[in-house]
């Protein structure tokens, strides 16, 4: 009886199909054309058979990628995209590649930097502003003990000179108070600017000189999930096709290895939670889904074609079709 092969014997053996299965074709090129590049290193096994690395992109960042129930890699990476991204890709690449030439893969420390990194985003389903996913408990006692101590007035000299230091903070500071006296409409014509400025310059990357440019999509992000926290999922929604038009046009212009179409993507769940509290019809949701799939050549929307792929009403897929 054949010995049952451990985790990493199974990466190493993972064909194309299995790797397009997981992260999709162009993911997969991506992730191609970094692992070429060098972009992985520190490349280490852990103590549970999955794999870590640093890759080189817009930043450096931790991957960590292992075998999942499914037979396929499982990852997760401290870039916007988190899941089955490139730079997971990437780290499989690499390991294929020494496996084959007989490269010794080193052992990762108990403690290694990179574990500690993606300690707390394994539990993450997608990225969620209000959760302040990579802030220790350690470190917001030490804020909460330091904030009891100041009175009203001291609180606010002390947000606004961390606003002045840090604009997005203040953008999400002066959103929320939008949201809170009603004036969506001031909110919403911010968010249309913000889109129309951050998407008119594409974004490039020279690698041998290191220097580039890449959109930054966070502060939309953020506020348009302030936007939905109130309550405006069709707002959000009506945005979001604003932000998928252009991000496209966006992407179809840029010169780089995938950073602008990472921030796209990065804005998806907020737009798929949208769907989810819109008070559209189902039917109606799935369309709007669909047609942004189909106008998608490079795999921005993914997180919208995985809600496709969830579990619909037969009358609406019936429905759906006649149309």
Sequence with gaps: MPKKKNQLERIADLSWDELNKWAGSKIVSRGRSYQHQGRVSSLAATSDDALIAWVDGSEQYAVRVAMGDDGLPDSVCTCPYQFGCKHAVAVVLEYMERIESNQKIPKAKQRD????LLKDGEGWDEYDGDDAPGLPESVKKDIDAFLQQKTKKQLVELFIEI???????????????????????????????????????????????????????????????????????????????ELMSAGIQQVEQSNDEGETADEISACMPVIVKALDQSSWENVDKMAWALEAVMEDDYSLFEALAEYLHRTHAQPDWNNLADR
């Design 163 to 241: 606003a002045v230091q840090y604009p997005e903070i203040g953008g999400e500071l002066s959103a929320r108070r939008q949201v809170k006296a009603g004036n969506t409409s001031v909110l919403i014509s911010k968010i249309r600017k913000e889109i129309d400025e951050i998407s008119s310059e594409p974004g490039w990357q020279n690698h041998w000189k290191g220097r580039g440019f890449t959109p930054d999509y966070s502060g939309i992000r953020k506020k348009m999930e302030t936007l939905l926290a109130a309550g405006y999922a069709d707002d959000v929604l009506i945005l979001g096709k």
């Design 113 to 116: 930097e990179r574990l500690e």
